[in-house]
């Protein structure tokens, strides 16, 4: 039996999850918490294998909680289960040790199945959450930006650091050769420089 304890300040959430898991063959709910502070002590000294940790709670907040269980008790696995799909919850979560990320309108089943995978060695996230986290992956880097230069300018520069001349830049950014030559003198005026090589050197420092 996999050991479960739940950490949810709504009292109605909290007995439905207590049922739901307790009543599955595969889990057993150790313990049931209705905040942070009462949860810490006791959770450390009883361990369960997973904690199911709401991102809201009263004082303390989840993902303060999870790091400090993850701090005294790296082996326990600790999922979110929460109505808050921000950015900043998610990732901060995930920071803090959280191994996995579901939102309360989950079906029951689907609650299941995430614990299950959670303890077999997964990741569970919402379809919407494990969306939010390819798309930061496959994020485009930020390029870097010279305040002294305008957006023009420094989209000129970057295209210069890979190698285009002004030929292919006129054509990419739909401007006329003697435009980007324009804005290349401007780029060197502001930068103190004579040649492009120059130019990309201070875009790199």
């Known amino acids: 039996m996999i050991s479960v304890s739940i950490i949810e300040d ?22 049931s918490y209705p905040s942070a502070e009462i949860a810490l002590p006791h959770i450390v000294t009883h361990p369960p294998r997973i904690a199911v940790v709401d991102i809201k709670l009263p004082g303390r907040n989840g993902i303060d909680l ?3 269980i993850k701090k005294a008790s790296p082996n326990i696995q600790c999922m979110v289960c ?21 939102l309360k309108d989950s079906m029951p089943n689907d609650i299941l199945i995430s614990l299950k995978e959670l303890h077999e ?11 939010k986290v390819i798309n930061t992956f496959q994020a485009e880097p930020a390029q870097p930006r010279l ?19 002004v030929k292919e830049i006129s054509t990419r950014l739909f401007l006329s050769a003697h435009t980007v030559t324009k804005h290349l ?7 103190h420089v004579n040649n492009r090589i120059e130019a990309v050197n201070r875009l790199k420092q």
């Open 185 to 191: 003198k401007n780029i060197y005026t502001k930068l």
């Open 66 to 68: 999870i790091g400090a």
């Open 10 to 31: 709504d009292k109605h959430y909290r007995e439905g999850l207590e049922t739901l898991i307790g009543n599955s063959p595969d889990f057993v709910v150790l313990h």
């Open 147 to 165: 305040t002294e230069l305008t957006d023009r300018e420094n989209e000129i520069l970057q295209l210069i650091a890979t190698g285009m001349i």
């Open 82 to 102: 929460s109505f808050y799909d921000d950015d900043e919850y998610v990732f901060n979560a995930l920071k803090n040790g959280a191994c996995g990320y579901i």
């Open 121 to 131: 060695g997964g990741a569970p996230m919402s379809r919407y959450i494990a969306r």
